[in-house]
């Protein structure tokens, strides 16, 4: 009896939340946001971008991010330029791979970096044309994702 009439009170004074929220932290960028507005979970997102002005390559992009909102890891790949764009607006280090796959299989990484917390960047990276190539991306303790394949 005494636990429901605690679990009754706890309900009356709204202290119980539905839901989870973020994995970070009460809030994922320690702003003081209502506990209601952090309610969501870590999503993929991706896209290609066949016809983005070069001829056979295949542009695209690829999303890690907080579906409550404002927190994400976002990595753009420009078949045009061999250009990858990325930003990292969450609270801990992202991780992003882009990587080659051959005709056999065979899978290398091709360039790799970790972006910071709040950093925003980019990297030319002159790949020769024709390669197929796709995006991984991870953020630290919040998961990964990974790109359609793409073509430089």
């Known amino acids: 009896m005494l636990k429901r009439v605690i679990f009754l009170a706890v309900l009356a004074t709204g202290m119980a939340l539905a839901g989870p929220i973020s994995?970070?932290?009460?809030?994922?960028?320690?702003?003081?946001?209502?506990?209601a507005e952090q309610r969501g979970s870590w999503k993929c997102s991706k896209e290609l971008q066949p016809?983005?002005?070069?001829?056979?390559?295949?542009s695209g992009r690829?999303?890690?991010y907080w579906s409550g909102g404002g927190a994400q890891l976002g990595v753009h790949f420009k078949a045009?330029?061999?250009?990858?764009?990325?930003?990292?607006?969450?609270?801990?280090?992202g991780y992003i791979k882009l990587i080659r796959r051959l005709s056999n299989g065979v899978e290398t990484v091709v360039w790799s970096t970790t972006a910071s917390p709040d950093e925003t960047s980019s990297k030319d990276?002159?790949?020769?044309?024709?390669?197929?190539?796709?995006?991984?991306?991870?953020?630290?303790?919040?998961?990964?994702?990974?790109?359609?394949?793409?073509?430089?």
């Open 23 to 35: 994995p970070a932290s009460a809030t994922e960028n320690g702003d003081g946001h209502a506990l």
């Open 51 to 58: 016809e983005d002005g070069d001829p056979g390559g295949v």
């Open 62 to 64: 690829v999303h890690r």
């Open 80 to 93: 045009l330029d061999e250009i990858v764009d990325y930003t990292n607006t969450t609270s801990v280090n």
């Open 125 to 152: 990276l002159s790949l020769p044309e024709g390669q197929r190539v796709y995006l991984h991306v991870r953020v630290k303790d919040r998961g990964s994702c990974t790109s359609d394949m793409l073509t430089t």
